[in-house]
């Protein structure tokens, strides 16, 4: 149900042809102490002029398996030195933050969309602070490893991955060691991001040296406990008109979602009947009309050709968005995120869950329940009663906030990938995270980072 959660909208693969190439074309960039040299993009093919610097490159976190996570890092468009640092993840399990996340969402650049070069993203979140997108696990866009061995992992050894690749990234940036350091993605990456926060909570814990300066967590759509989403899917299903009464009756009343081995055939039938909804409806935006573009092809014929030079060990599969060569595990998505949560904001982290109010895959309101249950484990106060948030003149969304720490927000008219959908309302409100405010409660023109 969750294996392939993230976009698979071809427009984005257009961009693989152009990641990595660095070209020296007369570019002149300021270059400082604590940066590696080696891993710096002048410039990508097709790409505007920018002011910015741009990272890519490998970080080795099993040397002795020849396992190695793929980088891009981004600066922030203005002031970068003073910015925070945030981390992007994408979910899948085993979809690509580069393609998925930067380039699709709320990277600096798109694809102009004839595969030629990219525009500028005017809503990159990289206006608030500087972006560092991972493809992880290995085997995951250009992350590889040379043991086959490893393409079958799970959360456990994801997120102690992770640790070893922040630890070593920061050995090549020695300038952002103390930074602010934010973890944020969507989708499958709420198992990804709370226990990478968890593990790194955990060695600063026990450092004597070097501490990580985690200053929150930010998860969209995030899959918090999969019985729990899936079952919400089809009430949303039946609150749109998308199945009938009788189909939702009988899905309430047979299916057993956090036992799928014990499943009743009554419950298998209605979720066949309820599975045409896949073939004319994208479950991602439910508002949108599937539509298969002429990129499409485009995309096929870019994939064929050999102009990365990411790819360094000459791996033997083209570049993907969702890896179809890795077995993550499927019992791992059971795990209940809310005691892994608890400890975060028990160590003072703040935790913001966000949602598009248009994603059936995850609908909001289960998401919003679990942050309820949540606060009420916390012993917890309402501190911001629920309420729409305003983005210009217009609600971009509803929000509610417990205990100071503890923070749920729609975006109105976003899916599943809310920066996709709504940039403007998506960088209005990472920018108010990642600075410290809350959401405003009423209409302001000046409210918004993207003036």
């Known amino acids: 149900m969750f294996k392939n959660m993230e976009s698979r909208r071809a427009v984005v693969a257009t961009m693989v042809v152009v990641l990595v190439t660095v070209q020296w074309l007369g570019y002149t960039f300021r270059f400082a102490e604590g940066y590696p040299e080696e891993d710096m993009v002048v410039r990508l093919p097709g790409q505007p002029k920018v002011g910015f610097r ?12 020849g396992r190695s996570l793929f980088y891009y890092y981004v600066e922030a468009v203005k002031e970068p030195d003073t910015k925070p640092l945030t981390l992007w993840l994408n979910g899948g399990p085993g979809c690509s933050s580069v393609g998925g ?23 990159s979140w990289n206006k608030a602070s500087n972006l560092l997108f991972v493809e992880s696990p290995a085997v995951v866009g250009w992350s590889y490893s040379n043991r086959s061995s490893n393409y079958n992992t799970g959360d456990k050894s994801t997120a102690n991955d992770m640790l070893v690749f922040l630890l070593r990234w920061f050995n090549k940036f020695q300038e952002l060691k ?10 499958y990456a709420g198992h990804y991001i709370p226990q990478l926060a968890d593990v790194i909570l955990s060695y600063n814990s026990r450092s004597n040296g070097f501490k990580f300066n985690v200053k929150g967590i930010a998860i969209g759509n995030p899959l918090l406990k999969l019985d729990r989403d899936v079952a919400a899917a089809y009430e949303y299903f039946w609150s749109h008109g998308m199945i009938s009464d009788e189909v939702r009756l009988t899905i309430m009343n047979q299916c057993d979602f956090a036992n799928p081995k014990n499943m009743s055939n009554a419950c298998i039938h209605a979720i066949v009947d309820s599975s045409v909804l896949t073939e004319y409806i994208n479950s991602y935006h439910v508002l949108l009309d599937v539509c298969y573009p002429s990129i499409v092809q485009q995309e096929l014929r870019l994939k064929k050709m050999n102009a990365l030079h990411a790819n360094r060990t000459r791996l033997p599969y083209e570049w993907t968005m969702c890896s179809n060569r890795l077995n993550y595990s499927g019992i791992d998505g059971y795990i209940d995120m809310l005691p892994i949560l608890k400890r975060i904001i028990q160590n003072q982290t703040p935790v913001w869950i966000f949602s598009g109010d248009q994603d059936s ?6 998401s919003r329940t679990r942050v309820r249950e949540l606060a009420q484990d916390l012993n917890f106060k309402t501190t911001v009663p629920y309420g729409a948030w305003f ?20 975006v109105r ?23 410290g405010r809350r959401l405003p409660n009423k209409p302001d023109l000046k409210s918004s980072i993207d003036d």
């Open 101 to 123: 996340g930067d380039f699709t969402k709320l990277g600096p650049f798109y694809p102009t969309g004839d595969g030629r070069g990219l525009r500028l993203n005017s809503m």
């Open 391 to 410: 983005h210009k003149e217009q609600v971009g969304g509803w929000v509610t906030e417990y205990g100071n720490l503890l923070t749920f927000a729609t």
């Open 178 to 187: 103390s930074r602010d350091l934010f973890l944020t993605g969507e989708s």
């Open 54 to 65: 741009q990272f890519a490159g490998y970080v080795d976190v099993d040397s002795e398996n």
């Open 361 to 366: 895959v995850i609908p909001l309101q289960s």
């Open 413 to 435: 008219g976003a899916a599943h990938m809310v920066a996709y959908a709504e940039p403007s309302r998506a960088l209005h409100m990472f920018s108010t995270f990642v600075t």
